[in-house]
């Protein structure tokens, strides 16, 4: 059984920074053949696409939303992917999931494979 787990959500005022963990685990899952997106979705919202890593942490992806300000890295010896979230506002304030897709799912696609349980972000003005 595969298995996401984020971790690092919290609260924070505007302007500061968090760092979103993912740790993938699973006897099948070969975390270097999947492409690891992160969304999120706010209450009475749709869901959205924040970055995308690809297998193995070398092609990287940002929704223009989020572009200078969140940087996403993998670490594939840990099989855990990170979402550095700077200078954060308000309106980032959301359920965060990370997820993995099969290597060549189409960027933006909200199919995915597996997703995480979600982590809580609030930014406070």
């Known amino acids: 059984q595969v298995q996401l787990v984020e971790s690092g959500g919290g609260l924070v005022q505007a302007g500061d920074s968090l760092r979103l963990s993912c740790a993938a685990s699973g006897r099948t899952f070969t975390y270097s053949n999947y492409a690891m997106p992160w969304f999120r979705q706010a209450p009475g919202k749709e869901r959205d696409f924040l970055p995308r890593i690809s297998g193995g942490g070398v092609t990287a992806y940002y929704a223009d939303r989020v572009k200078g300000r969140f940087t996403i890295s993998s670490d594939n010896a840990k099989n855990t992917m990170y979402l550095q979230m700077n200078s954060l506002k308000p309106e980032d304030t959301a359920a965060y999931c990370c997820?993995?897709?099969?290597?060549?799912?189409?960027?933006?696609?909200?199919?995915?494979?597996?997703w995480g349980q979600g982590t809580q972000v609030t930014v406070s003005t």
């Open positions: 997820a993995a897709q099969q290597s060549g799912t189409k960027l933006y696609s909200l199919v995915v494979d597996y």
